[in-house]
């Protein structure tokens, strides 16, 4: 009996600032005998990853219902099947992106060619978040070997059945000369975060973001913001009702519970509109999960006591709990809140302060749709913003008057898997963006070469600057 409890008791290892030393010392080593530049070194590491997901796709979905009871079809298509387009796509356009770009030149400095020459950066931090602990873990990681630098990541200490089995996971498949994951919470980010970056990219809150980018202010090193906000969809009453309603409900409910940094967070609709647009919800969300949605195993749950203790606190303050129009229920033990919908709160109530961050929707009635832009533009800029509608000038002015990370019409959250588009915030929501070419292209420095010969070497341009050259 004494022994079974020993390892119990036995501590883990502190990382401290002397080890988060040591780790980049070495990395930096790596990353100077020039392994990790070469195209063949990031294609194995590339592959390896694209083996590992393949091979080890039941653990990860296993660990992301532990993590959240996210259901495992959810897991496979918002995070596995994300990760292998990713490294598809790194595996398939690597070539393309590693090759320099020609430029034109000009006559000041005929004769000449030009090129910009991407080369990597050096060792980069990934600081990553709980929601989608897999996805936004390994995606920067992606771009970080696409573009040949050598990597840490940290995962989230929130999800940490996610968190472990990265690390297991990347000392198995890949160069841990080169790639290495530090589990931890503050003191081991506190740790990573004193060490000299050549990149950062964080994901998670404002309030973090605000801390990495003042560690990283210290060296000069440049970082990548993923932060969240309060994403609004505008839905004006000329929609189809029943598509607009499903897709809002994937994009919240079925979409980690709301705990999304895209989902939709609040609604604005005119006035008259909302009793259709609520019955609509309703209707479908009873569709997808049933008439007692906290027994549903479609949805996934609030990652944390402290998380739940947060969202209930949003539903029983006094100037919200009078507006519940669905919803409400919660699961302490199972931690799960079934899907709620509240009307016209205040402007003041909690609700309507902060990024919501899990399954309840609150919507605005206004007299005019025109009334959603000083709405919206009260508030800091959004990471993304929605707009339903069939109304070709309205889509124009939405997409002319809001700015935001990114945007999407007649659906939410999916443009994040518009590989072409570059993923990232504005403002508060963030800085800097990553996604396919645009991972690479954060993970890089864009070289500026200029090739001269010796040939046609002019004299005007030194040395007695003589009246006739000043003519000329
Ligand atoms: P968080 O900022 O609390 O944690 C994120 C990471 O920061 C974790 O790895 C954590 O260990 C680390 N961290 C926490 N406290 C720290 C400290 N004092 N010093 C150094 N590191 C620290 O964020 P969260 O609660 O995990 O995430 C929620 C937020 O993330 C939401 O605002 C959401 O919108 C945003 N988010 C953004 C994206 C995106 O891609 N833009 C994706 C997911 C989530």
Same mark, same amino acid.
């Given at each position: ?47 390896a990853i694209s083996k590992m997901l393949e091979e080890r ?8 219902? /532990? ?22 796509? $790194? ?11 020609? #430029? ?13 020459? *991407? ?19 390994i995606?920067? #990681? ?11 990541? =940290? ?14 996971l990347i000392?198995q498949y890949l160069?841990?000369?080169? @790639?290495?994951?530090?589990?931890? !919470? ?26 990495? %980018?003042?560690?990283? !202010? ?14 609004? $969809? ?17 994009? =919240? ?10 989902? #939709? ?5 005119? /006035? ?24 549903? /195993?479609? %949805? ?12 209930? =606190? ?36 909690? +609700?309507?302060?902060?990024? @919501?961050?899990? *399954?309840?929707?609150? @919507?605005?009635?206004?007299?005019? @749709? ?28 939405? #997409? ?12 939410? +959250? ?49 040395? *007695?600057?003589?009246?006739? /050259?000043?003519?000329?």
């Open positions: 009996a004494t022994l079974s409890v020993l390892p119990e008791l036995e501590e883990k290892p502190i990382f401290d600032g002397e080890k988060a030393n040591l780790l980049v010392r070495d990395l930096r080593k790596c990353f100077d005998s020039g392994r990790t530049k070469r195209y063949e070194w990031r294609v194995s590491q590339l592959e796709e039941k653990e990860i979905t296993e660990a992301l219902y /532990k993590d959240l009871a996210k259901p495992p079809f959810e897991a496979l298509i918002s995070e596995v099947s994300q990760a292998k387009s990713s490294c598809n796509e $790194a595996l398939k356009e690597l070539k393309h992106w590693m090759k320099p770009e020609r #430029v034109s030149t000009s006559i000041t400095t005929f004769p000449s060619s030009a090129e910009i020459v *991407p080369e990597p950066l050096g060792v980069v931090l990934v600081i990553s978040t709980w929601n989608f602990p897999f996805l936004l873990s995606d920067p #990681v992606i771009g970080a070997i696409s573009a040949g630098n050598t990597v840490v990541l =940290k995962p989230s200490e929130i999800a940490p059945a996610t968190s472990s089995l990265l690390a297991n000392e160069d841990n000369s080169a @790639i290495r994951v530090v589990e931890g !919470a503050v003191p081991e980010t506190t740790a990573l975060l004193e060490q000299k970056w050549d990149k950062i990219l964080y994901t998670g809150s404002a309030r973090i973001g605000r801390i990495v %980018m003042a560690a990283a !202010a210290k060296h000069l090193t440049p970082v990548i913001l993923e932060l969240g906000g309060k994403c609004p $969809a505008v839905v004006e009453s000329d929609v189809n009702l029943q598509v607009t309603a499903r897709r809002i409900i994937a994009s =919240k409910w079925a979409c980690n519970s709301g705990q999304a940094c895209i989902s #939709v967070d609040y609604i604005i609709t005119r /006035k008259e509109f909302a009793p259709k647009l609520i019955s609509a919800l309703k209707e479908e969300l009873e569709q997808f999960f049933g008439k007692d949605p906290l027994e549903s /195993k479609d %949805m996934s749950r609030i990652v944390s006591p402290n998380q739940f203790a947060r969202l209930v =606190k949003l539903l029983d303050e006094d100037n919200v709990s009078g507006k519940i129009v669905l919803g409400g229920q919660r699961d302490e033990k199972k931690l799960k809140i079934s899907p709620t919908i509240i009307l016209d709160v205040p402007e003041d109530a909690l +609700v309507m302060q902060d990024e @919501i961050f899990g *399954p309840i929707m609150p @919507i605005i009635t206004v007299d005019n @749709i025109e009334d959603c832009y000083s709405i919206i533009k009260s508030r800091p800029k959004p990471l993304a913003a929605y707009l339903f509608t069939n109304n070709e000038q309205l889509k124009k002015d939405y #997409v002319d008057k809001i700015s935001s990370g990114g945007m999407l019409i007649n659906d939410a +959250v999916i443009h994040v898997a518009t590989r072409g588009l570059p993923f990232g915030g504005v403002e508060e929501s963030g800085m800097g963006c990553y996604h396919g070419k645009f991972s690479f292209d954060s993970f890089s420095h864009r070289k500026s070469v200029l090739y001269r010969s010796f040939d046609g070497d002019s004299s005007i341009r030194y040395p *007695p600057y003589t009246p006739q /050259k000043e003519k000329l």
